[in-house]
Structure formats: C-alpha cells, structure tokens
C-alpha cells in the first residue's frame, strides 16, 4: 500500500478484512500453541466472531495448549480453516487444502466448511474433483491459468468425461481434434482428452 492516500489504504485493508485464505503450504507460527495463536488473529481483525470461534475449535477438537509445530497437518488444516472461517469473510479462498489428508480428517473439514460457512462464497482449488464434488455447487477447468469453462457440478457430471484410448504409433497423427476435447495428450500408445460433450446412450 505504500503511496496510498489514506482513504485508498482503508479500502484496501476493508477488503482484506473480507477475504480469508488458505493453503495447504502456509506457514504457521509452530511455537505458539493454538489459544496463543487464535487471541492473535482476534486482535487482527475487528469483525472476529468468537461464539463461532468456539465452536469451530470444538467441532474440530482442536487442542488449546498444544503448539502449532506439535499438530498433524490435518490438526493443522482445521486450525488455519478455523481462523479463517471465525472473521466470516465474504470470500474464502482454499488452495489444495484436502491435499494429503486421510479421508477422515478430509470428510470433517467439508464438513466443518459447510456447516460453519453460511454467507460465505468458498473458491476450492483441487486437482481432484472426487475431492470436492460432494461440496462444490459449480466448477471450473483451468489449464495454464485460463479459465477453459464453467458449469454447475450436475452439468459436469452429465457430460464431462475423462477419455484414454490405445492407439499405434502414427494413429491420428495431424489430424485436427474437435473443439470438445480439451486437454489432450498423445504418448505413444496411448491418447487422453476431456470430452466436454459427451452424450449418454442410456
């Protein structure tokens, strides 16, 4: 923010105060314990609801007295989704934050996320979408950082399907693929896209 005026500086700090993230790869301050950690995020943020903070540290059974350095990553996880979700943010940006966890753990922090999240807007970034599609409304396919579509999670489902196929070794060599068919790869016996238009028989 620097060479903001004073009214730009309070505009950008308003957003951030509306904006949660997390990532599987942020750093934590490992030798505070989790009380420690959480009575500094209070003092961050003016919007901090601490009813909910409570009940998102006993719906995650997250330990007061334990340093941060001392949970499992998916002791972890929950702790950083605690603090993110306690200052009810607009948005909530997740960056692969179900990566490495047992399906357990996984399964109690979408629920967690669903159940505490209310009015706010969750962005998920997974490259699993068995991960996510129980919870996700909408989806989007990115490749290189472009936005290729968008489309409700039933949409999806009903006419997207992942394609592998054996093939030889000159087979479709040249041959111009349909638009439908995106992210295709070509080893040599073997061919993948995603079909964006598929059609059921049934």
Known sequence: VAGLGGVDRVLVVGSFLRLGYVSENAALPDRLTVAQYFRYLRSLYPNWDQRLERELLARFALPHDRPLGKLSHGMRMKAM???????????????????????????????????????????????????????????????????????PVDVVRSRFREVTATVGDETGVGVALPASWLSAERSRSTFRCVETAFVSDA
């Open 81 to 151: 989704l605690a603090g993110a979700l306690s200052f009810r943010p607009e948005l909530l940006i997740l960056d692969e934050p179900l990566s490495g966890l047992d399906p357990l753990v996984r399964d109690e922090v979408l629920e967690g996320l669903l159940h505490q999240a209310e009015d706010t807007t969750v962005l998920i970034s997974s490259h699993e979408l068995s991960e996510i599609e129980g919870a996700a409304t909408h989806m989007a396919f990115m490749d290189q950082g472009r936005v290729l579509f968008q489309e």
